[in-house]
Nanobody, 128 residues
Framework: QVQLAESGRGSVQTGGSLTLSCAPS????????MAWFRQAPGKKRQWVATVYLSNGATFYADSVKGRFTISRDNTQNTAFLQMAELKPEDTAMYYC?????????????????????WGQGTPVTVSS
């Protein structure tokens, strides 16, 4: 149905910046929103940010608010995650996710169960 290709892996110093991208293919017209999640070794997967493709509305986890910016390209529906003022605790595997409206009435955009499609993940490392 939908395939997600992530890019932008990198290793940066504390305080640095990095931008990730997620390009969807397949049945892209069915996508309602796209999101970024992250997971560090030994920790639970956590929601980072969500963008709705139709109107560009964005939502952020408190831990990244003011430092990260999620956006989308209207033509290609590519989602971007601009990360600034990076900290060591931002080190994780970052996953792109996309959702149609199948579970819109059951789960919120902050819950991983909301999303139908997932990328393979791209690693981000922030050194002290």
């Amino acid at each position: 149905q939908v395939q997600l290709a992530e890019s932008g892996r990198g290793s940066v110093q504390t305080g640095g910046s990095l931008t990730l991208s997620c390009a969807p293919s397949g049945a892209t017209d069915s996508i309602d929103c796209m999101a970024w999640f992250r997971q560090a070794p030994g920790k639970k997967r956590q929601w980072v940010a969500t963008v709705y493709l139709s109107n560009g509305a964005t939502f952020y986890a408190d831990s990244v608010k003011g430092r990260f910016t999620i956006s989308r390209d209207n033509t290609q529906n590519t989602a971007f995650l601009q990360m600034a003022e990076l900290k060591p605790e931002d080190t994780a595997m970052y996953y792109c996710a996309a959702a149609n409206r199948r579970y819109a009435g059951l789960f919120s955009y902050q819950q991983q169960e909301r999303y139908n499609y997932w990328g393979q993940g791209t690693p981000v490392t922030v050194s002290s």
